[in-house]
């Protein structure tokens, strides 16, 4: 499976504010730390805040921080909501795609089967798991 740059950049984002999470950061700051595109990851912000995941402060002293703990936030759940619009294959899109081999096509049982184990995997990680940088061992 291919993740898109969007989601990527999503996941990165919360892996560093899941390193730091008393701390808010701006999309600057992650920008630069992860040569990433600023005005790509402001969308993917604003993407993480509408899901829940990051609440945001605009202004002086503004930016984003993670709105749950980094323990109750899974890779799962994050991908899930990040890739909602993205089909595995066209037949997986929501208006069926235009494939012909659709009516008795023997491969999209087990490519579904495969993103669900796929998920399911991402479900086992919490930020926590993954956080950067690491938090230091006490």
Known sequence: MRLT????????ALMRLAGEPDR????????????????HL???VRELADAGFVKTQRGAGGGFR??????????????????????????????GGACVLTPT??????????RDAFLKELERTTLADCAWP?????
């Open 5 to 12: 740059a969007f989601t990527d950049f999503g996941l990165r």
């Open 24 to 39: 808010s950061f701006t999309t600057d700051e992650i920008a630069t730390e992860f040569a990433i595109s600023r005005h």
């Open 134 to 138: 690491a938090p230091p061992r006490a």
């Open 105 to 114: 096509c023997r491969l999209k049982r087990r490519l579904t089967a495969a």
């Open 66 to 95: 993670l709105a749950r703990p980094s323990r109750s936030i899974t890779l799962g759940e994050v991908v899930r909501t990040l890739e909602r619009d993205q089909a595995l294959v066209e037949c997986f899109r929501d208006d």
């Open 42 to 44: 402001t969308k993917v």
